[in-house]
């Protein structure tokens, strides 16, 4: 008898994750950790996802590439900077298809949150706006960490 594990999108990205932040724990401490910065936890108080911060290396002195990179090694979605005006950063994720159709709305909730926490730690960035084909879960636009804090 086969057995089949059905693992959803959000579950995946979670444990990917955690490998991370497992492999981050071994790095050198003089060199800056390609580590995801942003994880996702449950939060049952407000019944959704919540972003927490993870590691404790000071990512506010990482550049604009670096954090991309950082993206890049985790979430695996190709992101790219296209542009950044004052304090918006204009993106494009390359492998949308991932983020808009395979990982749920829970999923891709995640990634754009994870997406935006993560390029929101640079100084001078508030606002990410994110280009992608639209899809059955995701939709392109301009997000905040606003955007992703559940209102009460």
């Known amino acids: 008898?086969?057995?089949?594990?059905?693992?959803?999108?959000?579950?995946l990205l979670g444990v990917m994750l955690l490998f991370h932040a497992l492999q981050a724990l071994g790095d050198n401490q003089n060199q800056k950790s390609l580590s995801s910065i942003w994880s996702s936890v449950w939060d049952e108080t407000v019944s959704d996802v919540a972003f927490k911060k993870v590691g404790n290396s000071d990512v506010k002195s990482y550049s604009i590439e670096e954090l991309v990179q950082i993206l890049n090694s985790t979430?695996?979605?190709?992101?790219?900077?296209i542009d950044q005006q004052t304090e918006t950063i204009k993106v494009r994720v390359n492998r949308s298809e991932e983020l808009t159709e395979h990982m749920g709305s829970s999923g891709a909730r995640t990634c754009l949150g994870i997406i935006t926490f993560t390029l929101t730690e640079n100084p001078n960035v508030k606002k990410v706006d994110m280009e992608f084909e639209c899809g059955s879960h995701a939709s392109p636009g301009t997000y905040s960490r606003a955007d992703f804090i559940q209102a009460f």
Request: proline share 0%.
């Open 1 to 11: 008898m086969k057995a089949f594990f059905k693992i959803s999108g959000s579950c």
């Open 75 to 81: 979430l695996f979605l190709d992101v790219e900077v």
